[in-house]
């Protein structure tokens, strides 16, 4: 039986979230602005079209965006993840075998679906979450994670496919010519970095790719590119919980082994939670631009169910542990109620960058982001070597710590009760 993995991917996420709402805005210009207001991270097509490149700075884009009239958001990225949390809840009903990729991403393993019902599978997808979310998505089928994200691309840039594309039904031929037409820095963990290096070797496309020597790519690069070179191939070297490139998201939780009311317990869960986050983020050299923490109780308790969540952009990408904490306590005291029994709570670190991505603040109180490497560097050695918490923290401030600016932030249509949309 041939595997069929499916990649799921809403497009233009930041861009389609804010239409949702907004309906005047199909098929007019938008941009997403990055913390601060300061660069262009998510683009319509239209807006794209128009030669503005991703994490263009804004400022550079005043004149253009005033001719062609392009409408300009702040991040809401409480927004984003409710919207994400919702699509990432329509996928499970098509396959309890799911990888949450990032906020806008998501795999799952339909191999157990005969392969000729697969592109009815995917508009079904398709059409549930446009109809449930109002978000646009396109669907990618193949036999390996590397293939399915190749599949999804094709449904998202060749209209004929209307949005779902499956590889596993292709002639071995006729799937060659398709990658043969498609640039190799597509490759899922390729990128603009690795395709010019790629290219100077003379692999310019995918087909390029998979018919090199997977040896020879392990020695001249990584072995990461050699399992695509494999993967493109048709041979499974990335299983579902197995993710070559760096998390996007970085998600710390856990259900309590008896049900915690007090704040206080709470608060030394969360630290927790953040803390091993941050370990994970510094293992992988990321740092996160924005904190996001939840709490619920279980539904089947007696009395009423309570879950809240909220998420917190940073003025400036930070891997330091003490201010992941401060943030994430900031904003548990906000979402946390008393007299409920917790049974679970969490955090999610997102917006991740690495460190040639980072602008500085220089408003910021904060210590700066980049010099505090060495601080978190050895007190992760001392961990690993005396054991984990032999250092950590022993106080913590819960004191809002920045306001961002946002001055074209939308509101806050599904996350709070006195910002949903009224009609009259």
Same mark, same amino acid.
């Given at each position: 039986?041939?595997?069929?993995?499916?990649?799921?991917?809403?497009?233009?996420?930041?861009?389609?979230?804010?239409?949702?709402?907004?309906?005047?805005?199909?098929?007019?210009?938008?941009?997403?602005?990055?913390?601060?207001?300061?660069?262009?991270?998510?683009?319509?097509?239209?807006?794209?079209?128009?030669?503005?490149?991703?994490?263009?700075?804004?400022?550079?884009?005043?004149?253009?965006?005033?001719?062609?009239?392009?409408?300009?958001?702040?991040?809401?990225?409480?927004?984003?993840?409710?919207?994400?949390?919702?699509?990432?809840?329509?996928?499970?009903?098509?396959?309890?075998?799911?990888?949450?990729?990032?906020? $806008?991403?998501?795999?799952?393993?339909?191999?157990?679906?005969?392969? %000729?019902?697969?592109?009815?599978?995917?508009?079904?997808?398709?059409?549930?979450?446009?109809?449930?979310?109002?978000?646009?998505?396109?669907?990618?089928?193949?036999?390996?994670?590397?293939?399915?994200?190749?599949?999804?691309?094709?449904?998202?840039?060749?209209?004929?496919?209307?949005?779902?594309?499956?590889?596993?039904?292709?002639?071995?031929?006729?799937? $060659?010519?398709?990658?043969?037409?498609?640039?190799?820095?597509?490759?899922?963990?390729?990128?603009?970095?690795?395709?010019?290096?790629?290219?100077?070797?003379?692999?310019?496309?995918?087909?390029?790719?998979?018919?090199?020597?997977?040896?020879?790519?392990?020695?001249?690069?990584?072995?990461?590119?050699?399992?695509?070179?494999?993967?493109?191939?048709?041979?499974?070297?990335?299983?579902?919980? $197995?993710?070559?490139?760096?998390?996007?998201?970085?998600?710390?939780?856990?259900?309590?082994?008896?049900?915690?009311?007090?704040?206080?317990?709470?608060?030394?869960?969360?630290?927790?939670?953040?803390?091993?986050?941050?370990?994970?983020?510094?293992?992988?050299?990321?740092?996160?631009?924005?904190?996001?923490?939840?709490?619920?109780?279980?539904?089947?308790?007696?009395?009423?169910?309570?879950?809240?969540?909220?998420?917190?952009?940073?003025?400036?990408?930070?891997?330091?542990?003490?201010?992941?904490?401060?943030?994430?306590?900031?904003?548990? %005291?906000?979402?946390?109620?008393?007299?409920?029994?917790?049974?679970?709570?969490?955090?999610?670190?997102?917006?991740?960058?690495?460190?040639?991505?980072?602008?500085?603040?220089?408003?910021?109180?904060?210590?700066?982001?980049?010099?505090?490497?060495?601080?978190?560097?050895?007190?992760?050695?001392?961990?690993?070597?005396?054991?984990?918490?032999?250092?950590?923290?022993?106080?913590?401030?819960?004191?809002?710590?920045?306001?961002?600016?946002?001055?074209?932030?939308?509101?806050?249509?599904?996350?709070?009760?006195?910002?949903?949309?009224?009609?009259?």
């Amino acid at each position: 039986m041939t595997r069929s993995i499916a990649l799921v991917d809403v497009n233009n996420f930041y861009v389609s979230c804010e239409r949702v709402f907004n309906p005047k805005l199909e098929n007019k210009p938008v941009v997403v602005l990055s913390n601060n207001d300061g660069c262009a991270v998510a683009r319509s097509n239209e807006v794209k079209a128009l030669g503005i490149g991703m994490a263009m700075p804004w400022f550079q884009c005043k004149d253009l965006a005033e001719q062609h009239q392009i409408t300009a958001f702040s991040s809401n990225y409480a927004l984003y993840a409710d919207m994400s949390n919702r699509v990432m809840s329509i996928l499970r009903q098509f396959s309890p075998d799911q990888e949450i990729y990032s906020i $806008d991403e998501s795999f799952l393993d339909l191999s157990t679906q005969p392969s %000729k019902d697969l592109v009815v599978l995917g508009q079904a997808i398709k059409h549930t979450i446009k109809q449930w979310t109002g978000l646009p998505v396109c669907v990618g089928f193949a036999s390996t994670k590397t293939l399915a994200k190749l599949a999804n691309h094709c449904a998202k840039k060749r209209p004929h496919y209307k949005g779902v594309c499956n590889f596993n039904t292709l002639a071995p031929p006729q799937l $060659d010519t398709i990658l043969n037409s498609i640039a190799v820095g597509e490759v899922w963990g390729v990128g603009r970095k690795l395709a010019p290096k790629l290219n100077a070797r003379g692999i310019n496309t995918v087909l390029d790719l998979k018919q090199a020597n997977p040896q020879r790519i392990k020695q001249q690069f990584n072995v990461t590119l050699a399992k695509s070179v494999r993967e493109l191939n048709g041979t499974v070297c990335i299983e579902m919980e $197995d993710v070559i490139p760096i998390k996007q998201q970085i998600l710390s939780s856990r259900s309590f082994g008896q049900k915690v009311s007090d704040y206080q317990g709470l608060a030394e869960s969360i630290t927790l939670y953040m803390s091993r986050a941050a370990e994970k983020l510094r293992r992988q050299q990321s740092y996160a631009g924005h904190v996001h923490v939840f709490i619920r109780s279980s539904p089947h308790d007696e009395g009423p169910f309570y879950s809240n969540g909220a998420t917190v952009a940073l003025p400036t990408p930070t891997d330091h542990t003490a201010q992941l904490v401060k943030t994430a306590l900031w904003i548990l %005291k906000r979402i946390y109620k008393p007299n409920i029994r917790y049974l679970k709570a969490g955090v999610m670190l997102g917006d991740l960058r690495t460190a040639s991505d980072i602008q500085q603040d220089l408003f910021s109180t904060q210590t700066p982001t980049l010099k505090t490497a060495p601080l978190m560097q050895t007190i992760d050695r001392i961990n690993q070597k005396m054991g984990r918490e032999t250092v950590k923290l022993a106080s913590l401030g819960t004191h809002r710590p920045w306001k961002m600016r946002q001055e074209n932030k939308s509101q806050s249509f599904t996350t709070k009760w006195e910002e949903l949309i009224r009609v009259d």
